[in-house]
């Protein structure tokens, strides 16, 4: 077989999908899809990296809006992130949960926690137990500080607690 040629079982799957009216002579220049399985990886993984930025753009900001409240200790385990801010009056201060006892140290660490989480999902989603540890970075981001809304989108992004490569 000469380098560039078709095998011959594919040659005929092209001819056969090439013929029309006038042309009976196999298409060389088309390979058959064999790659379609990277081409969807490709896809996911751009599909679970943007959610993963939207939501550590989101435990970012919860983080800041706790960081700006001081060290005060929160009264239960619902808080309000934007307790004192005009902007996220609307939505009674923009509710989120936390375990840690103190709003400055879950500021931070809601920043930190959030910041893992976006370059988890950037350069590490599409690794073997990717999908396993933005799963965990997702449920530590809800524990630290974070509204319901946030890990829960993360981790129902395509992943689902598997890796992004394709199955072999």
Known sequence: MVQGELPPADRRLVMVQAMTKHQATPDRTRKPAVHQGIRATSATRIVVA????LVSLAGIEHGVGEILQGSVRPQGLAIQSWAHSQAFQILGGE???T????L????????IVALAVGIWSVGFAHRRRGGLGLVLLSVLLLLVASSALAPPG????????RGLSPQR
């Not at 943007?50 to 930025?53: P, Y």
């Open 154 to 161: 993360s981790v129902s992004s395509p992943t689902g607690g």
């Open 50 to 53: 943007t959610f993963g930025v």
């Open 99 to 102: 375990v840690i006892p103190n």
């Open 95 to 97: 509710p989120a949960m």
């Open 104 to 111: 400055l140290v879950t500021g931070v660490l809601a920043v």
